[in-house]
Every structure is written in structure tokens, then in C-alpha cells.
């Protein structure tokens, strides 16, 4: 079901002079855990380079980026708890993942020489 919804929701795309298209990660990373979640996510990728959304590219270096994200999502989530409120926890985690995928998916594109 977690698959379905994110798949569905990463092939809407954000009207900008860029583009870019919604991603469900912390909540995967959050809800899934770190086993489900990178399973979850090769799946959305496969179906999404299946349909043409982000060509075979997204398979690779996309599930290298929201596997940190998961990573940092999940740790950071279970490291606060009891110590905060679950939005604050969730909130915390999120942002800490998406900076860490932010910065992961700089240093793939520093090495892969785009």
C-alpha cells in the first residue's frame, strides 16, 4: 500500500521553471523502517523508470540518495523518542533527512561529473 501511494504521489510534478516531483521518503523512512523502505522505494523507482518518469536514472542514483534519506529518517525518529513530542520528532527527522539527501545526491553528482 506504502508503494502504491508513493508511486502515485512521485509521479505528480511540481509546476516550476525546474520541475521536480513530490517525494514521500521521510514518511517511508518513518513508517516502513529501513528493510520495507529501501524495498519501497526500488519498487517506486522500477515502476517510475517503467512508465518513463525520470528515464533508468532514477533506479540508480535516486535510490542511493533516498536510501540515506530512509537512513537518516528512521535513526533520527527512534534517537528522539521520549525525549519529544511525535509532530516535533517527525518534523526533526524529516528535515535532517532531506538535508542529508540533499547533500548525498551533491557529492553523486560531483562524482559522476554532470
Known amino acids: 500500500m506504502l508503494a502504491a501511494v508513493s508511486f502515485a504521489v512521485f509521479q505528480i510534478n511540481i509546476p516550476s521553471h ?6 514521500l521518503t521521510p514518511l517511508i523512512g518513518t513508517s516502513a523502517g ?3 523502505g529501501l524495498l519501497v522505494i526500488f519498487i517506486v523507482k522500477l515502476l517510475s523508470a517503467a512508465v518513463g518518469h525520470g ?23 527512534r534517537m528522539t523518542k521520549g ?3 511525535l509532530f516535533t520528532r517527525g518534523v526533526i527527522a524529516a528535515i535532517a533527512g532531506l538535508l542529508v539527501g ?3 545526491f551533491r557529492i553523486v553528482v560531483l562524482v559522476s561529473g554532470r
Open 18 to 23: 525546474q520541475g521536480g516531483s513530490q517525494n
Open 34 to 36: 529501513l528493510d520495507i
Open 55 to 77: 528515464w533508468w536514472r532514477v533506479v540508480g542514483a535516486d535510490t542511493i540518495v533516498n536510501l540515506s534519506e530512509i537512513t537518516v529518517v528512521f535513526y533520527v525518529f
Open 83 to 85: 525525549r519529544l513530542q
Open 102 to 104: 540533499n547533500v548525498v
